[in-house]
């Protein structure tokens, strides 16, 4: 995974010459706390390059924008100009015409050294201003990359809060039969584009999780019919044995600081939670049941975990300190609860919730206060945070469907979007932003 130090970022009045200065407060926002938002008319141009490269760019940016249900893309028929210089200011009034309250332009040029250079610059079409303006450098081979950090700007330039296009999500792809279903740990960019296999054996994988260094991998895999979690380096291919527990040992997740792994073990019937010291490979007990507690997620400060325990009688919600102290209970809805997963923002806990013959993906506050059902299907399970909380991910597996389906949705539950990948896809996990 190559980091974002290599893809220089200039700021366009450090980079470059600017013909306008950028405004200290810009007409041209969305306030994305206000819950369902009508999407933002934006004009994305493509990027001057005397190529294809240019279109596909700007192709590029208009779908990140537009997935996030925020930004609504206007149609490139309905331009009346046609940016011939993108360091000019453009004609406005042929832009408000179109209620295009936003408009993006650029350029992408070859460098001397081969690196392509991207630059853009968003204006506020009413206000008559320029908001910001950007340069990147890169190899050709990472312009799809390019094409996400422009719109990981534009999106916080405008919402105030930081993008989630420059991200990867690991999956477990799966092909073949469903009698013999090969189940293989693979690795894309977050619109389903890049897909790369990490592993190629007949064993099954299961939950895989991303470390906070976005250079690890955890999961699970009955490698040699022997349940066991491991780690592996995304960089050099390598892995390693978490530990060699008498038992199954399933759902690992790291911690925020990305020292331990956190995960269940299950011994004599009954399954309980530990964590490892990944330096020191020390194990610490912190559940103690009869029952089966699972699916261990820490919050994003570190200070607590959700885990699933059904300790009750059914599966349901629990939040305890790190240490294992102050285990409480936080579901009390209807149905059995599932797979929780702690926001990056530490305001929510994302949930699967089986109910009525139904399985829905919900969100809750660390309390179990405010529960909402963002989505219902015939086998929905398994969501996973964008790093900027707002968005999840999730796998479907419909009604006589031949296989599981990953899918997004944003936290006003309208706008739930299918990720296409080569072959059947479930256990996502996001990646943080990379670097």
Known sequence: MMKRSFIRLMIAFAGMAMMFSTPAVARVEININKGNVEPLPIAITDLLSGNELGAQISQVIA????????????????????????????????????????LVTGRVTREGDGRLRAEFRLWDTFAGQQMTGQQF??????????????????????????????????????????????????????????????????????????????????????????PRVYLLQLETGQREVVGNFPGMTFSPRFSPDGQKVIMSLQQEGNSNIYTMDLRSRTTTRLTNTAAIDTSPSYSPDGGRIVFESDRGGRQQLYVMNTDGSGQTRISFGDGAYSTPVWSPRGDLIAFTKQSGGKFSIGVMKPDGSGERILTTGFHNEGPTWAPNGRVLMFFRQNAGAGGPQLYSIDLTGYNEQAIKTPAYASDPAWSPLLE
């Open 63 to 102: 779908a990140d924008l537009q997935r996030s249900g925020l930004f609504a893309p206007i149609n490139k028929t309905a331009f009346i100009e046609k940016i011939s210089n993108p360091d000019q200011q453009p004609r406005f009034e042929d832009w408000k015409v179109i209620n295009a309250q936003a």
């Open 137 to 226: 450098y890169t190899q050709p081979e990472n312009w799809r990359r390019v094409a996400h950090i422009i719109a990981d700007a534009i999106y916080k330039q405008i919402t105030g809060e930081d993008g989630y296009f420059d991200t990867r999500v690991v999956f477990v792809s799966e092909s073949g039969p469903k009698t013999a279903r090969k189940r293989q740990l693979a690795i894309m960019d977050q619109d389903g584009f890049n897909v790369r296999m990490l592993t190629n054996t007949n064993d099954i994988v299961l939950t895989p999780r991303f470390s906070p260094n976005r250079q690890e991998v955890t999961y699970m895999s009955f490698e040699g019919n022997q």
